[in-house]
């Protein structure tokens, strides 16, 4: 009975963890007659872009060889991957947005940046599914005990700011409604590497694009006021 609850605990406080760092705090509100200006910080800021890039097909052969590994016998061999289709799923970017924000009365009007800075999806797998093709040394696909070579097609944040715009309504109660549009640019990175002791290990990332990506979106949030100056609360 104590384990269970230790562990319901545990859960409790990542849940409470992850709200607080999927936040968004309204810092330096001032203002006063029904206007207010103010600077609004997300810490952690998750995207979703499902299917964001179907299948790649037909990639070059230079890019399909990958050498043994160098703690492998034949190290440096380089071995050729069969040409398959990939399919990198959806792509989560993290990355921390800031923007100044002037409200009136219910409605609030934000403009300022975001910055990703790594992806949660989607990763290099074990097999020849999904974003990754693999082959044994001996050039006989996928055995299981055998040291492998891979590559696999994902998607990476490029590391470069990119600016969003917002507009948020206040239904009461510490709940609002809001919708934006946001830019963002993003890498498609083809990765090798090796599939040795049930372990990924990467070799070399190479890009093949960079892409500009543009999403509106809209969502729900609940906001607590902390001070007359700080608000804090959380979006879906």
């Known amino acids: 009975m104590q384990s269970r609850f230790n562990f319901l605990k545990g859960v409790a406080r990542l849940f409470f963890a992850l709200l607080l760092l999927t936040s968004s705090f309204t810092v330096l509100a001032f203002g006063s007659s029904g206007w207010q200006f103010g600077l609004d910080l997300r810490p952690l800021n998750f995207d979703v872009y499902p299917n964001f890039l179907p299948q790649v097909s037909q990639i070059p052969a230079s890019l399909r060889t ?19 289709t990939v399919e990198l799923g959806s792509f989560i970017p993290v990355g921390t947005a800031i923007s100044p924000e002037v409200t009136y009365r219910r409605l609030t009007l934000r403009a300022g940046g975001l910055f990703s800075w790594e992806s949660v999806l989607p990763k290099p797998i074990e097999g020849s599914t999904g974003s990754t093709q693999e082959q044994n040394y001996e050039g006989e696909g996928r055995t299981v005990g055998a040291a492998l070579v891979y590559y696999a097609v994902l998607s990476r944040p490029s590391h470069t700011p990119g600016p969003f715009v917002e507009l948020e309504f206040r239904a009461g109660h510490g709940f609002s409604v809001l919708v934006g549009d946001q830019a963002s640019w993003e890498n498609v990175v083809l990765q090798q590497g090796w599939d040795r002791y049930d372990a990924l290990t990467a070799y070399k990332n190479i890009t093949l694009s960079h892409d500009l990506i543009l999403q509106p979106y809209g969502g729900i949030r609940w906001e607590l006021p902390v001070s007359r100056s700080w608000k804090a609360g959380t979006f879906i």
């Not at 990958?66 to 398959?84: F, Q, R, S, Y």
Request: charged fraction near 5%.
């Open 66 to 84: 990958v050498p043994i590994n160098p703690a492998d016998p034949g190290a440096g061999t380089p071995i050729l991957i069969p040409n398959g």
